[in-house]
């Protein structure tokens, strides 16, 4: 039995009351156009650039060309050419200094500009300890509304994803937003 197991069998023993489940068969958002929903809500809201392939669109030229001063691009993807791959450093802190992460995101939400990024790589800081994101996802993939999104998501063999929008935002600091405050600066979603 896993700690998770032990945590979970034990707050189990010790619920006092249970709850019905809440009824979800409410309407649901959804758009004449998700993929335009996205967009917009992904540019606006999420704070992410959003890039969309065109036939004939060389993924590698697209990233090079939005991110002309970077030193260093770590990726797994297949096709992807890389400085680094998070498979094949030995700990996290091995990326530090990753100007640019390319990861494939498999599930993205209209309603939020989320996309569902599960752990297909070794080292899951990849998606974190950049200094810019660069999301890939395929348009048919773009659903309405996260009961959607949830419906279709499915937990990789390494136990772990996240829904990734765009950069963390913060104003606590003297009421002045900062980008990046516990992650990367900046996110591009690449639609394929």
């Given amino acids: 039995m896993t700690t998770k197991d032990t945590i979970l069998n034990n707050l189990r023993r010790n619920v006092r009351e249970k709850y019905d489940k809440p009824d979800l068969s409410f309407a649901k958002l959804e758009y004449s156009d998700p993929v335009a929903a996205f967009i917009q809500t992904a540019t606006t809201a ?14 590698n030229e697209l990233i090079r060309k939005s991110y002309p001063d970077a030193k260093t691009i770590a990726s797994n993807v297949p096709g992807i050419k890389a400085d680094r791959n998070p498979d094949e450093v030995c700990k996290p802190q091995d990326l530090d200094g990753t100007d640019v992460s390319v990861v494939e995101g498999t599930v993205g939400c209209a309603e939020n500009a989320c996309i569902w990024v599960p752990q297909t790589m070794k080292q899951r800081a990849v998606c974190f300890i950049c200094e810019y994101l660069v999301i890939i ?4 993939n773009i659903v309405n509304n996260m009961h959607e999104a949830y419906s279709r998501i499915e937990m990789p063999e390494m136990g772990f994803g996240a829904f990734i929008s765009g950069p963390s935002k913060t104003a ?7 980008y990046g405050a516990q992650s990367f600066c900046g996110v591009t979603i690449i639609l394929r």
Avoid: C, H, P, T
């Fill in 137 to 140: 996802l395929d348009r048919r």
């Fill in 46 to 59: 999420a704070g992410a650039k959003v890039l969309e392939m065109q036939e004939g669109d060389d993924i």
């Fill in 172 to 178: 606590d600091i003297e009421q002045a937003l900062v």
